[in-house]
Protein backbone atom coordinates (compact mmCIF):
# COMPACT_ATOMS: atom_id res chain seq x y z
CA UNK A 1 0.00 0.00 0.00
CA UNK A 2 0.92 3.91 -0.86
CA UNK A 3 0.52 6.40 1.68
CA UNK A 4 0.75 9.56 0.10
CA UNK A 5 0.62 12.47 2.86
CA UNK A 6 0.00 15.89 1.57
CA UNK A 7 -0.22 19.62 3.62
CA UNK A 8 -3.85 19.96 3.93
CA UNK A 9 -6.94 18.88 2.23
CA UNK A 10 -6.64 21.17 -0.79
CA UNK A 11 -3.37 19.42 -1.50
CA UNK A 12 -4.76 16.06 -0.74
CA UNK A 13 -7.72 16.67 -3.38
CA UNK A 14 -5.45 17.66 -6.23
CA UNK A 15 -3.12 15.16 -5.70
CA UNK A 16 -6.16 12.55 -6.11
CA UNK A 17 -7.41 14.18 -8.90
CA UNK A 18 -3.84 13.93 -10.72
CA UNK A 19 -3.94 10.20 -10.10
CA UNK A 20 -7.53 9.74 -11.63
CA UNK A 21 -6.56 12.39 -14.32
CA UNK A 22 -3.38 10.26 -15.38
CA UNK A 23 -5.00 6.63 -15.57
CA UNK A 24 -7.82 7.62 -17.72
CA UNK A 25 -5.57 9.77 -20.18
CA UNK A 26 -3.29 6.60 -19.85
CA UNK A 27 -6.28 4.24 -20.81
CA UNK A 28 -6.97 6.20 -23.74
CA UNK A 29 -10.92 5.48 -23.09
CA UNK A 30 -12.63 4.77 -26.64
CA UNK A 31 -16.75 3.53 -26.94
CA UNK A 32 -14.94 0.31 -26.75
CA UNK A 33 -13.07 0.33 -24.27
CA UNK A 34 -13.95 2.81 -21.76
CA UNK A 35 -12.44 3.70 -18.51
CA UNK A 36 -14.89 2.25 -15.50
CA UNK A 37 -14.47 4.39 -12.26
CA UNK A 38 -15.93 3.20 -8.68
CA UNK A 39 -17.00 6.68 -7.19
CA UNK A 40 -17.61 8.00 -3.92
CA UNK A 41 -20.28 10.35 -1.93
CA UNK A 42 -19.45 12.11 1.26
CA UNK A 43 -17.05 15.78 1.98
CA UNK A 44 -14.13 13.80 1.46
CA UNK A 45 -14.23 13.60 -2.40
CA UNK A 46 -15.80 17.18 -2.95
CA UNK A 47 -12.62 18.78 -3.61
CA UNK A 48 -11.41 15.75 -6.06
CA UNK A 49 -14.68 16.23 -8.07
CA UNK A 50 -13.97 20.22 -8.01
CA UNK A 51 -10.30 19.83 -9.38
CA UNK A 52 -11.85 16.70 -12.20
CA UNK A 53 -14.73 19.79 -13.09
CA UNK A 54 -11.52 22.48 -13.70
CA UNK A 55 -9.80 19.73 -15.68
CA UNK A 56 -12.56 18.65 -17.75
CA UNK A 57 -13.72 22.86 -18.51
CA UNK A 58 -10.25 23.49 -19.16
CA UNK A 59 -10.30 21.18 -21.58
CA UNK A 60 -7.61 18.56 -19.78
CA UNK A 61 -9.84 15.43 -19.48
CA UNK A 62 -12.76 14.21 -21.24
CA UNK A 63 -15.40 11.49 -19.70
CA UNK A 64 -17.14 10.89 -22.46
CA UNK A 65 -16.13 7.46 -22.59
CA UNK A 66 -15.50 6.76 -18.40
CA UNK A 67 -18.16 5.10 -17.48
CA UNK A 68 -18.96 4.69 -13.36
CA UNK A 69 -20.49 2.36 -10.61
CA UNK A 70 -21.06 4.35 -7.37
CA UNK A 71 -20.20 2.50 -4.09
CA UNK A 72 -23.57 3.05 -1.82
CA UNK A 73 -26.68 4.72 -1.50
CA UNK A 74 -29.82 4.63 0.86
CA UNK A 75 -32.69 2.53 1.17
CA UNK A 76 -36.11 4.06 0.70
CA UNK A 77 -34.50 7.98 0.64
CA UNK A 78 -36.52 9.22 -2.99
CA UNK A 79 -33.93 9.38 -5.77
CA UNK A 80 -34.54 13.70 -5.89
CA UNK A 81 -33.94 14.00 -2.19
CA UNK A 82 -31.32 16.38 -1.74
CA UNK A 83 -28.98 14.10 0.07
CA UNK A 84 -30.13 11.00 -1.76
CA UNK A 85 -26.75 10.11 -3.38
CA UNK A 86 -27.55 10.14 -7.07
CA UNK A 87 -28.72 14.22 -6.02
CA UNK A 88 -25.27 14.26 -4.49
CA UNK A 89 -23.40 12.80 -7.64
CA UNK A 90 -25.39 15.11 -10.19
CA UNK A 91 -25.36 18.55 -8.43
CA UNK A 92 -21.51 18.13 -7.09
CA UNK A 93 -20.13 16.35 -10.29
CA UNK A 94 -22.02 14.59 -13.22
CA UNK A 95 -23.85 17.39 -14.06
CA UNK A 96 -20.55 19.29 -14.46
CA UNK A 97 -18.55 16.40 -16.57
CA UNK A 98 -19.34 15.57 -20.08
CA UNK A 99 -20.20 12.20 -18.71
CA UNK A 100 -23.39 10.04 -20.51
CA UNK A 101 -26.14 9.40 -18.45
CA UNK A 102 -26.23 5.99 -19.47
CA UNK A 103 -22.69 5.80 -18.59
CA UNK A 104 -23.92 6.10 -14.98
CA UNK A 105 -24.54 3.29 -12.27
CA UNK A 106 -25.67 4.10 -9.00
CA UNK A 107 -27.87 1.37 -6.78
CA UNK A 108 -31.42 2.05 -6.46
CA UNK A 109 -32.56 2.13 -2.79
CA UNK A 110 -36.09 2.21 -3.65
CA UNK A 111 -36.11 -0.88 -6.21
CA UNK A 112 -38.64 -3.60 -4.90
CA UNK A 113 -36.30 -6.34 -5.05
CA UNK A 114 -33.41 -4.89 -3.21
CA UNK A 115 -31.43 -8.59 -3.48
CA UNK A 116 -32.07 -8.49 -7.32
CA UNK A 117 -31.17 -4.97 -7.38
CA UNK A 118 -27.44 -5.63 -5.43
CA UNK A 119 -27.04 -9.14 -7.78
CA UNK A 120 -27.65 -7.19 -11.06
CA UNK A 121 -25.08 -4.51 -9.95
CA UNK A 122 -22.74 -7.07 -9.36
CA UNK A 123 -23.39 -8.54 -12.73
CA UNK A 124 -23.19 -5.21 -14.53
CA UNK A 125 -19.45 -4.27 -12.93
CA UNK A 126 -18.26 -7.81 -14.34
CA UNK A 127 -20.63 -7.06 -17.57
CA UNK A 128 -18.24 -4.00 -18.11
CA UNK A 129 -14.98 -5.61 -17.25
CA UNK A 130 -14.43 -4.82 -14.04
CA UNK A 131 -13.89 -1.17 -12.43
CA UNK A 132 -10.15 0.17 -12.95
CA UNK A 133 -10.06 2.46 -10.57
CA UNK A 134 -12.00 2.55 -7.22
CA UNK A 135 -11.86 5.97 -5.36
CA UNK A 136 -13.40 6.26 -1.65
CA UNK A 137 -12.89 8.03 1.30
CA UNK A 138 -13.95 6.12 4.86
CA UNK A 139 -16.00 6.89 7.84
CA UNK A 140 -14.22 7.55 11.34
CA UNK A 141 -14.56 4.06 12.46
CA UNK A 142 -12.85 3.11 9.24
CA UNK A 143 -15.63 1.82 7.18
CA UNK A 144 -15.34 1.94 3.52
CA UNK A 145 -18.51 2.54 1.48
CA UNK A 146 -21.06 1.26 4.43
CA UNK A 147 -19.03 -1.48 5.07
CA UNK A 148 -19.71 -1.28 9.16
CA UNK A 149 -17.86 -2.33 11.66
CA UNK A 150 -17.87 -6.05 11.21
CA UNK A 151 -18.64 -6.38 7.68
CA UNK A 152 -17.12 -9.61 5.62
CA UNK A 153 -13.81 -8.77 4.59
CA UNK A 154 -15.23 -10.69 0.90
CA UNK A 155 -18.44 -9.08 1.26
CA UNK A 156 -19.95 -7.96 -2.12
CA UNK A 157 -22.93 -5.85 -2.65
CA UNK A 158 -25.60 -6.15 -0.53
CA UNK A 159 -27.92 -3.93 2.07
CA UNK A 160 -26.42 -3.10 5.51
CA UNK A 161 -27.65 -1.33 8.73
CA UNK A 162 -25.69 1.63 9.48
CA UNK A 163 -24.43 1.91 13.02
CA UNK A 164 -25.58 4.64 14.97
CA UNK A 165 -22.16 6.15 14.68
CA UNK A 166 -22.76 6.78 11.20
CA UNK A 167 -26.61 7.77 11.63
CA UNK A 168 -25.32 10.49 14.40
CA UNK A 169 -22.30 11.37 11.76
CA UNK A 170 -24.74 11.40 8.72
CA UNK A 171 -27.27 13.86 10.40
CA UNK A 172 -25.59 16.81 9.68
CA UNK A 173 -27.32 16.39 5.95
CA UNK A 174 -30.74 15.83 7.64
CA UNK A 175 -31.04 19.03 10.01
CA UNK A 176 -29.37 17.67 12.44
CA UNK A 177 -32.07 15.08 13.14
CA UNK A 178 -31.00 11.30 13.79
CA UNK A 179 -34.54 10.49 12.81
CA UNK A 180 -34.24 12.05 9.80
CA UNK A 181 -31.46 9.73 8.56
CA UNK A 182 -32.30 6.45 6.63
CA UNK A 183 -31.29 3.52 9.13
CA UNK A 184 -29.82 1.43 6.00
CA UNK A 185 -28.12 1.68 2.84
CA UNK A 186 -27.11 -0.49 -0.49
CA UNK A 187 -23.79 -0.40 -0.72
CA UNK A 188 -20.95 -2.65 -2.57
CA UNK A 189 -18.95 -5.26 -0.59
CA UNK A 190 -15.08 -4.97 0.63
CA UNK A 191 -14.79 -7.71 -1.55
CA UNK A 192 -16.25 -5.67 -4.51
CA UNK A 193 -13.90 -2.56 -4.46
CA UNK A 194 -10.81 -4.81 -3.60
CA UNK A 195 -11.93 -6.64 -6.84
CA UNK A 196 -11.40 -3.38 -8.87
CA UNK A 197 -7.87 -2.87 -10.30
CA UNK A 198 -6.61 -0.38 -8.24
CA UNK A 199 -8.06 1.59 -5.08
CA UNK A 200 -7.50 5.50 -4.10
CA UNK A 201 -8.98 6.52 -0.41
CA UNK A 202 -8.88 10.03 0.43
CA UNK A 203 -8.50 9.99 4.51
CA UNK A 204 -8.40 13.69 5.91
CA UNK A 205 -9.51 15.28 9.72
CA UNK A 206 -8.40 14.78 13.12
CA UNK A 207 -11.54 12.76 13.27
CA UNK A 208 -10.23 10.17 10.74
CA UNK A 209 -6.62 9.17 12.62
CA UNK A 210 -7.52 6.54 14.50
CA UNK A 211 -9.26 4.77 11.38
CA UNK A 212 -5.64 5.69 9.63
CA UNK A 213 -3.42 4.11 12.22
CA UNK A 214 -5.43 1.01 12.16
CA UNK A 215 -5.53 0.87 8.14
CA UNK A 216 -1.68 1.31 7.67
CA UNK A 217 0.17 0.07 11.04
CA UNK A 218 -2.54 -2.42 12.31
CA UNK A 219 -3.41 -6.19 11.00
CA UNK A 220 -6.50 -6.52 8.40
CA UNK A 221 -9.62 -6.85 10.90
CA UNK A 222 -13.50 -6.54 10.30
CA UNK A 223 -13.43 -3.89 12.42
CA UNK A 224 -11.90 -1.61 10.68
CA UNK A 225 -12.90 -2.54 6.87
CA UNK A 226 -10.66 0.11 5.35
CA UNK A 227 -7.49 -2.22 6.71
CA UNK A 228 -8.72 -4.50 3.55
CA UNK A 229 -6.31 -2.71 1.52
CA UNK A 230 -3.64 -4.36 3.05
CA UNK A 231 -4.31 -7.61 0.86
CA UNK A 232 -4.87 -5.16 -2.35
CA UNK A 233 -1.95 -5.06 -4.95
CA UNK A 234 -1.97 -1.50 -6.21
CA UNK A 235 -3.95 0.34 -3.04
CA UNK A 236 -3.23 4.05 -2.42
CA UNK A 237 -4.26 6.07 0.54
CA UNK A 238 -3.93 9.73 0.13
CA UNK A 239 -4.41 12.17 3.33
CA UNK A 240 -3.58 14.85 5.03
CA UNK A 241 -1.62 16.29 8.04
CA UNK A 242 -4.02 16.19 10.68
CA UNK A 243 -5.33 12.55 9.96
CA UNK A 244 -1.56 11.32 10.91
CA UNK A 245 -2.09 12.16 14.64
CA UNK A 246 -2.45 8.83 15.36
CA UNK A 247 0.42 7.22 13.20
CA UNK A 248 3.81 6.63 14.91
CA UNK A 249 6.43 8.97 13.77
CA UNK A 250 8.49 6.69 12.13
CA UNK A 251 5.34 5.35 9.88
CA UNK A 252 5.23 8.59 9.09
CA UNK A 253 8.55 9.50 8.29
CA UNK A 254 9.17 5.83 6.34
CA UNK A 255 6.64 7.13 4.06
CA UNK A 256 7.51 10.65 3.74
CA UNK A 257 10.71 9.50 2.86
CA UNK A 258 9.77 6.83 0.02
CA UNK A 259 7.25 8.86 -1.88
CA UNK A 260 9.17 11.96 -1.63
CA UNK A 261 10.25 11.47 -5.17
CA UNK A 262 7.07 9.98 -6.42
CA UNK A 263 5.51 13.11 -7.92
CA UNK A 264 2.67 10.80 -8.85
C1 LIG B 1 -20.53 7.60 4.37
C2 LIG B 1 -20.26 7.01 3.00
C3 LIG B 1 -18.79 6.65 2.83
C4 LIG B 1 -17.93 7.84 3.21
C5 LIG B 1 -18.21 8.23 4.64
C6 LIG B 1 -17.37 9.39 5.12
O1 LIG B 1 -20.57 6.63 5.34
N1 LIG B 1 -21.04 5.85 2.76
O2 LIG B 1 -18.54 6.26 1.50
O3 LIG B 1 -16.57 7.53 3.03
O4 LIG B 1 -19.58 8.60 4.72
O5 LIG B 1 -17.94 10.61 4.74
P1 LIG B 1 -17.15 11.97 4.77
O6 LIG B 1 -16.26 11.94 3.60
O7 LIG B 1 -18.24 13.01 4.65
O8 LIG B 1 -16.42 12.03 6.05
Not at 19 to 26: D, H, N, P, W
Not at 66 to 91: A, C, G, Q
Not at 150 to 174: E, H, M, P, V, W
Amino acid sequence: MRLIIEQDYDLMSKWAANYVAKRIKEANPTPDKPFKLGCPTGSSPLGLYRELIRKFEAGELSFENVITFNMDEYVNLPEEHPESYHSFMWNNFFSKINIKKENVHILNGNAKDLVKECADYEAAIVAAGGIDLFMGGIGPDGHIAFNEPGSSIASRTRQKTLTTDTIIANCRFFDNNVDLVPKTALTVGVGTVMDAKEVLIMVNGHNKARALQHAVEEGVNHMWTISALQLHPHAIIVCDEAACGELKVDTYKYFKDIEKDNLL
